[in-house]
């Protein structure tokens, strides 16, 4: 192929470079058309064209459902990592050793109190007020709470603010959640792993002690590993830009939590329950839901299904419905909700309108239902999501400052009125 794409406008014809990826994915790069082209623009309404950065940090083929952070595949980093290990590699670059886990981990232990204020600011929302609203809001507020901009070109002021909002997130995490469930506000402790640390958090009950249960464990572990980076999806891509106007570290992840909050994003986990509740409050027909969902003059969607870029399957819908599995065996829990949830894969899976727009089940198809078995309610499931995502936007944050790239600021086609005059308020 040669490395150059030609357009022609009209009369006049232009050249541009191809840029290449590592897995050989190839891009024009357009910087000049506008200078070039005396004005002309791209258009790409949703960017399902259009790539945003170069980056190096997770790579993904929908068409063959591959998946893999820093070069590692999801299948093994499930298997075989952690998730502050994983954490590590999106943020550094590779898997870390020995050492290098337990100074970052010691590191994040030492910075993991929030300022009290903080309680104020939770106690002021309402017990109804939504999860994602309360942790996008305490994400922000912290910036009051440390009050140093990141010299991006200092590794230590970086390091610092990197560590710090490791250690003070899952405490956020674990607080919306003891809000919305009237329980005391509690700290974890220094002797325990990340992840276990979060579940003390957010499970412990005041009159006993906590156990942990290991199956949970490590559900946990991989749902946040399977959520922690996803390459320029709708809120990392919302981090990067906020990022790019040189707003701060938390400021730019609260404005990328709430892009997760929506329903077409992370809000599905949520949405996907709901749909699932709803369909067995209505007597369990799924035949009625499938056709509802064909429907073109009916809205609604089946929550859980199809991706913006698999096209094929979703990678870590295959482990997290394992996972699902073993949760609800471990607790016992016999959840008629996912004999209704395989009944509509089933169904999705053989009719050819899922078939032919190539829908297959997506990762928050099966979390909802392992949050639910661990007593998570379901407004704190993108929460959750949240949680996992962390490292993925810190590290997408990270590279947007250190490569330097310019403030993100689209352009548009105007289509609106031509100039006109003003009238008056009475002659209007
Ligand atoms: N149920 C029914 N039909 C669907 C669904 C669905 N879940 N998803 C897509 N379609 C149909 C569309 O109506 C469209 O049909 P048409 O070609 O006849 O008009 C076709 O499939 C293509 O759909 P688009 O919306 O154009 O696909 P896009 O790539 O823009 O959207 C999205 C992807 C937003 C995920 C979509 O599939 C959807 O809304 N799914 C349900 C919500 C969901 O599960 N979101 C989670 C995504 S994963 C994540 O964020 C971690």
Request: aromatic share 10%; glycine share 8%.
């Amino acid at each position: 192929m040669s490395d150059i794409a030609k357009l022609q406008i009209g009369e006049d014809s232009y050249e541009f470079p191809l840029v290449k990826g590592t897995e050989n994915e190839v891009a024009i790069d357009i910087k000049s058309l506008r200078g070039a082209t005396n004005g002309v623009i791209t258009i790409d309404p949703g960017y399902k064209n259009t790539g945003s950065c170069e980056s190096a940090i997770t790579f993904l083929d929908g068409e063959k459902g591959i998946l893999r952070y820093r070069g590692y595949a999801i299948e093994e980093l499930a298997e075989k990592a952690d998730f502050l290990e994983v954490a590590y590699a999106l943020i550094f670059g590779d898997l870390p050793t020995t050492e290098q886990l337990e100074k970052f981990h010691t590191d994040i232990k030492s910075k993991s109190v929030v300022d009290d204020d903080i309680k104020k600011i939770l106690d002021a929302f309402p017990k109804t007020a939504h999860p994602m609203g309360i942790l996008s809001s305490l994400t922000s507020a912290l910036t009051a709470f440390n009050p140093t901009s990141v010299n991006v070109d200092s590794e230590e002021e970086m390091y610092n603010a990197i560590v710090k909002i490791m250690a003070k997130f899952p405490v956020l995490v674990a607080w919306t959640m003891r809000k919305q469930k009237g329980l005391p506000l509690n700290y974890g402790s220094k002797s325990l792993g990340y992840v276990e640390n979060i579940m003390k958090m957010m499970f412990e009950e005041p009159n006993e002690d906590y156990v942990m249960n290991p199956i949970i464990k490590d559900a946990l572990d991989k749902l946040f590993i399977l959520h922690a980076d996803h390459e320029q999806n709708c809120s990392t891509s919302t981090v990067r830009i906020v990022g790019s106007s040189h707003a701060g570290l938390f400021a730019s992840l609260s404005a990328g939590i709430s892009a997760l909050w929506g329903p077409l994003h992370g809000g599905a986990n949520q949405a996907v329950l709901e749909m699932l509740e709803a369909i067995k409050e209505d007597g369990g027909d799924t035949k009625k839901y499938m056709a509802k969902a064909k429907d073109k003059s009916d809205p609604f969607r089946l929550m859980g299904f199809g991706h913006r870029v698999y096209k094929n399957f979703d990678p870590r819908a295959k482990i997290i419905k394992k996972a699902a599995d073993e949760v609800l065996a471990s607790l016992g829990v016999e959840d008629p909700i996912l004999e209704i949830a395989k009944g509509l894969e089933k169904e999705a899976l053989s009719d050819p309108y899922f078939v032919d727009r190539k829908l297959y089940p997506n990762v928050d198809f099966y979390s909802g239902i392992i949050y639910r078995a661990m007593d998570i309610p379901v407004e704190m499931f993108t929460v959750m999501f949240a949680m996992g995502r962390l490292p993925g936007w810190i590290a997408q944050w990270k590279e947007m400052r250190l490569n330097k790239e310019p403030i993100g600021r689209p352009r548009q086609i105007y289509t609106g009125e031509n100039v006109r005059d003003f009238k008056s308020i009475d002659n209007r």
